[in-house]
């Protein structure tokens, strides 16, 4: 829609500020989003008519339409990278049930109180039921705020002053710069690196235990992978060294996965003889941004009783999310995980067909192909899920992003591919209803 240069005319016909703010939608938003989030739209409208992009008269409409659905800037996107815990967009996407949870308890909640002797009552105890009977091998467990938190509460407790014995190959960066080394150091205890970035044996662990060992760590290298000529030293060989081995699964399995076989599960480092394993939960267990501590029931006690674990600890809404995640349906990043690679093409097929269709997009270049998915920073490095995708021109990539219902695809040989492994099946439609929009500004870039 080109229109003439704006002029000082057009300048004097953009309603005033006050004008606006009486118009009944944007009055109601008020209430409902804060008056700053009202103002803004309303400025950008201002903005958009005064530089000819809209017409003076369609400044009401175009401020009620730019007004955020919630008073909170994070927009709600579809992840369509492929990627099934994106960091990015925030890892794992809560299950329903994790969100109906959500909603319930963020009014007062008997999170600490026992309702029936009405007295106090241990905080979070039925998410902490929840996750021991996921695993029955833990004689206890704990919850903090993220994987990192259960690695610092466990190398301030156990080896605050002393050494935390690691394998040169599990050294790891966990990204956007951070590295699991500096975290641990940072709490007070040493590092004592043994053997090197490729082979670590059990002798290489045992030859610099002593007095001064707060304990053996084992780091899940989860974001790559070394191979050729390794190796690294078993949970079990390292059990018997009369040390605790704390091992840091990162991923949340909590019991194997037949899809993901070389991802460790914390039933089986505890079966092995861990004492202590740390995990997220918002990696492969689907569930919010937390971090697990299961292990042996006096060691457990120990972390949760110390100082720094009121530090570290989860809010109300967390341990909801996380009690529906442990005993609810199956999570959107198990659906995602398992999904039928024939089912997502007979998806991708039918989005096309209809995108393909449209008469009023004047034909979208769409079609379906088959894609490479990934687990991503959750884990499993190098494990290739197939899967299927919508491949569109390049420039569409901008045009989904910049959306009202923003998706985020991923550039792969000069197309923009919407992978359909981490896009739930309900939200196709709004899929497609993105694509169609794009496809209008797409063309006018
Ligand atoms: C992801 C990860 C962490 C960090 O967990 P956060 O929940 O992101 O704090 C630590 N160790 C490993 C092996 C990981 O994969």
């Known amino acids: 829609m080109p229109f003439e240069a704006p002029d000082q005319d057009v300048r004097r016909r953009v309603p005033r500020t006050d004008v606006l703010l009486r118009d009944p939608r944007l009055a109601d938003a008020a209430g409902r989003l804060g008056a700053p989030a009202v ?20 400044v009401a409409d175009e401020a009620a339409g730019l007004l955020p659905d919630t008073a909170c800037g994070l927009r709600a996107v579809i992840n369509a990278t492929g990627v099934l815990l994106h960091t990015n967009l925030g890892r794992a996407p809560l299950s329903a049930a994790a969100r109906r949870a959500v909603a319930e308890a963020a009014g ?9 002797t009405g007295v106090r009552a241990r905080r ?33 407790a156990l080896a605050a002053g002393k050494e935390i014995v690691v394998s040169r190959g599990e050294m790891v960066e966990i990204g956007d710069g951070f590295r699991l080394p500096d975290l641990l150091v940072a709490t007070g205890a040493r590092l004592r690196e043994v053997g090197t970035t490729n082979r670590t044996t059990a002798e290489d662990y045992a030859a610099v235990l002593g007095p001064g060992t707060g304990f053996v760590l084992k780091v899940h290298p989860s974001n790559f992978r070394i191979t050729g000529f390794t190796r690294a030293a ?4 390292l059990a018997g060294l009369g040390v605790p081995v704390v091992v840091d699964i990162g991923s949340g399995l909590l019991a194997p996965h037949p899809l993901l076989p070389g991802e460790p599960d914390a039933t089986t480092q505890l079966r092995a003889g861990a004492a202590l394993v740390t995990a997220s939960g918002d990696k492969l267990l689907g569930g919010p941004q937390c971090g697990l501590l299961l292990g042996e029931a006096g060691l457990v006690r120990t972390l949760a009783r110390h100082p720094l674990a009121r530090a570290l600890r989860v809010d109300k809404l967390t341990l909801a999310a996380l009690e529906a995640t442990l005993g609810g ?4 990043t198990a659906e995602a995980l398992t999904a039928d690679p024939a089912g997502l093409r007979a998806r991708a097929d039918r989005l ?7 008469p009023e997009t004047g034909g979208i270049d769409v079609r379906a192909v088959e894609s490479a998915a990934t687990v991503g920073g959750g884990g499993a490095p190098g494990v290739v899920l197939p899967s299927a ?5 390049e420039r569409f990539a901008a045009a989904l992003r910049g959306g009202r219902i923003p998706v985020v695809g991923r550039l792969e040989g000069g197309r923009c591919l919407l992978d359909l492994r981490a896009v739930p099946p309900a939200d196709d439609a709004r899929l497609a209803e993105a694509v169609r929009a794009a496809a209008g500004s797409a063309a006018r870039r």
């Open 124 to 156: 979070g105890r039925t998410a902490l039921r929840a996750l021991q009977v996921r695993v029955p091998d833990a004689g206890a467990v704990h919850v903090v705020n993220n994987g990192a938190a259960a690695l610092v509460l466990a190398a301030t």
């Open 39 to 58: 103002r803004a739209a309303v400025r950008e409208a201002q903005d958009r008519a005064r530089t000819g992009r809209i017409p003076p008269e369609a």
């Open 329 to 332: 349906p199956p999570t959107p």
């Open 234 to 237: 078993e949970v079990g060989e």
């Open 389 to 393: 995708a919508l491949s569109l021109p």
């Open 108 to 116: 007062p909640t008997d999170v600490e109180l026992d309702l029936d």
């Open 352 to 358: 096309a067909a209809a995108l393909g269709a449209f």
